[in-house]
């Protein structure tokens, strides 16, 4: 950042038409340029984990597409209530609490607490399966990290092989 700030320095302390204002431009242009591209690098990756998440969802455990909805919540450390899923998916109550039944059933999104306070979290094995469906190596996932060290992990390393593909 220190040559972005330096770049200002051309335009001098007053309006001066005849300044050389080309490494102010230069600069300012490659920080959009950067920004862009680290917005459509974290879209990709978003992508990505949204294809495991819905991969799992539907061919590993037989379930409706929709409940990749709470996976993928999961995998960032957001709490999934009964009635946040029922607002990103439009269903029923009662469907609400099956699918998130299911879930848990799998091990990957187990409840915690109950009645209204009840909701679900994603453990150690919803963060391997999908380190494994986004061909993450086990090296690179801290098993004795925090859930939020090891989403991390997984993010950047589908960050980096996607940004070496191109």
Known sequence: MP???????????????????????????????TQVEALSLRNAVERAIWTVVEDIAVLDLGLPARTANALYDAFFTRPVTNRYYR?????????????????????????QGAGRSAHHVGTQRL????????????????????????????LAAVADRLHRSG
């Open 3 to 33: 040559e972005y700030y330096s770049a200002f320095a051309c335009l001098g302390e007053a309006w001066d038409a005849d300044a050389h204002v080309t490494p102010f431009l230069e600069a300012h242009v490659h920080a959009h340029v």
């Open 87 to 111: 607002g990103l998916t439009d269903i029923s109550q009662v469907t609400a609490s099956h699918d998130l039944a299911k879930l848990a059933a799998s091990g990957l999104v187990p409840a």
């Open 127 to 154: 963060m391997e399966a999908i380190a494994q469906g986004a061909a993450v190596p086990a090296d690179r996932v801290p098993a004795g990290g925090s859930a939020e060290e090891r989403r991390e992990a997984v």
